[in-house]
Each structure stands twice: as C-alpha cells, then as structure tokens.
C-alpha cells in the first residue's frame, strides 16, 4: 500500500538494550514525525523531521533517545539502554508539508515495544 | 504549555444516534486542529483537520466545528453506526498536543 509503514510491528528486548525502530513515509511527504503513545493515553510527541534535519526534537525525553533521517525518506529511531519506562507504542507519521501547514499528518500501525 | 482535554472519556451508545465528542484546549493560538479515530492495535486515522481560519469541516457523517476564542472544538457523528467504535482523538497547535481520547462504542 502507500501508507505509513512502521517495522517491526512488535518488539521484546531486555533492559539495557539497544533497540532500532524503522519508518518508511508515504513516498514524497517531506515532514515525518515519532511519537509515543502509552497505554490508555493520547501520542506524545517526540520529534519532528523537515527533510534530512530534525527541525524539533524537544519531546525526546532524554539523550538514550535518537533518531536519523540520512535521506529525507526513511527514519530510524534508536533507544540506547533501555528501561522499563520505555515500552509503549511508537507511531511515526508524514505530512506532504510541515508544522504549522495545512496538510494532515498519516499515522502508521507503531511499532509495540516491551521492555522486559 | 498547550493542554487538551477531551470529554467524555467513554461513551456507549444504542446504533443510530446522534453523538458529540468535546474538545478543549488552552491556547487559543492553535495553528489548526486535527480529529482521528483509533483502532485498536492500530495508528490513527485523520477523519477532519480544521484550519485556524475556518469553523468547521464535513466529510459525510462527521462534522466538525472550531471556535478558537471558546478553546473547543467539537466532533458531532450523525447516525452512529457499530462501525463508528473507536477511540476519537483531536489534536492542536503546530506539533499535534493530542488529548487523552473518547472511547466510543456503538451498540446494535
């Protein structure tokens, strides 16, 4: 489909690992965000990307937290020694224009993340 | 700090009634304000996305209104149908502030 993909769909680690989380946008979309959304709760934001560079990162919650986007398309996000803390779902989305424009933001299936 | 609230929380309705889904926001200078509907185990689905100059959008049985002097907006379903379940979420200001959703069934 044209969607929003997100792999994996699910993914256990142990606490303390190391954990990378894919995002591939709907192609030509030049916005992508990350967000977390914990059980029972609405998505927080994490970061924003414009192209290659993060335009906002203020939501990521502290510097075990990460991401990269080389090409302007797909985005990784990484998670160096995790904690409990850390499980929850995390959704990517695209937008054909960035913050502040008129264009909706497509949302992903997530990637469900347990921390063991 | 932008905050959003939604009301109410949960929401179980017999099949063919009419429903509105409440949300409200503190800063009124919102860039525009999005409402979506999430399945669950799944991403969200954008239903309307209302920008700061208009009032409302429609797109069959949704309807959705803006009143930004207020801080609310408001999601009126016409016709609920079982289909219609699912949590309903809006979000405001430039980076999407989503609040913590209405949980919505609909009975046959």
């Known amino acids: 489909g044209a969607g929003v993909s997100q792999t994996p769909s699910n993914k256990v680690t142990e606490k303390g690992k190391y954990v990378e989380l894919r995002c591939d946008p709907i192609s030509g979309h030049t916005a992508l965000y990350w967000y977390r959304q914990s059980l029972g709760q609405g998505p927080e934001f994490l970061i924003y990307f414009q192209g290659t560079g993060a335009a906002d990162d203020s939501g990521l919650p502290n510097d075990r937290f990460f991401a990269v986007r080389p090409e302007g398309s797909v985005s990784t996000l990484k998670i160096q020694r995790t904690e409990r803390g850390d499980s929850a779902v995390y959704l990517c989305a695209s937008s054909s224009t960035g913050q502040g424009a008129h264009q909706p933001q497509h949302f992903g299936d997530g990637t469900r993340l347990s921390i063991l | 700090k932008q905050e959003v609230t939604q009301i109410p929380a949960a929401l179980s309705v017999p099949e063919g009634e009419n429903l509105v889904l409440n949300c409200s926001f503190t800063?009124?200078?919102?860039?525009?304000l999005q409402w979506f509907r999430q399945d669950p185990g799944k991403g969200l689905t954008s239903l309307l996305l209302i920008q700061s100059s208009q009032r409302e959008q429609t797109s069959g049985r949704l309807n959705a209104s803006l009143d930004k002097s207020s801080g609310r907006s408001t999601l009126y379903i016409a016709a609920s149908q079982p289909g219609d379940s699912a949590t309903y979420l809006c979000?405001?200001?430039?980076?999407?502030?989503f609040g913590t959703g209405t949980r919505l069934q609909v009975f046959p």
């Open positions: 800063d009124s200078a919102i860039y525009n």
């Open positions: 979000a405001g200001t430039d980076k999407l502030i």
